[in-house]
């Protein structure tokens, strides 16, 4: 599965990486990490996009979703002062606005049951801010939020949701800013006994799940219908900037998989 962009600490942030599985054809697209005014402040498109980020006074723009996958990054507005920056998007909701001296929340994530209960991947890291503000909060699903003082938080593991977005003081020193989330892919299917080999695999309702929280194989013994999630990498949040963006959050049903068939998940 897809790991998570790094957060800044002396360089930019980086987005984070596709997940996929091989017996599906479209890839889930890595989170885009959110804008700085170090340089561009543009937010970095990806499965979710990064928050926007005012740096320097100028309007930042967004980074933008996949269809399908995840929402927009929030727009922040360009001021002097103390600022707030974009909420990162999420697969659930776009990133929350960044409006003078208050940041954008991170996007609501999504929930899924197919590991047996409701489990809610893929929110959006919540925006910093300059010199104090307030600062968006991570979105539903394990999004980091951002900080106006200190570290902001890093995404939650294997959830794929976008780090928080760090701040800046008026004599210029950069927090750091929060790591986007792994990803995670896991398949599910009917069975009185266990039909595939590969993953961490648990039982629940009639149901076994196979669970990758790193790249492996997964080995079909017989045909099945099954259902997949595939969540990718989560995006770094921003020093003085925007929160990261989900990874790209991708589920379906009544998936056939071959017999003797080896599928990567990576």
Partial sequence: ???????????????????????????AVGGGYGATDQGSNVGAAGGSGGGASPGNGTTGTNGTGTAGQGNNGGTAQAGAGNYGAGGGGGSGAVGGNGINAVAGNGGAGTASSITGSSVTYAGGGGGGTFNGGTVGTGGSGGGGSGNATGTATSAAANTGSGGGGSSQTVAGFNYNSGAGGSGVVIISYTSETQLFGGGTVTVSGGKFIHTFTSSGTLGALSPVSADYLVVAGGGAGSGNGGGGGAGGFRTSSSLIIDSNSIYIVT
């Fill in 1 to 27: 599965a897809g790991i998570g962009g790094s957060g800044i600490t002396a360089s930019y942030p980086t987005s984070g990486s596709n997940s996929t599985f091989s017996a599906v054809a479209t890839a």
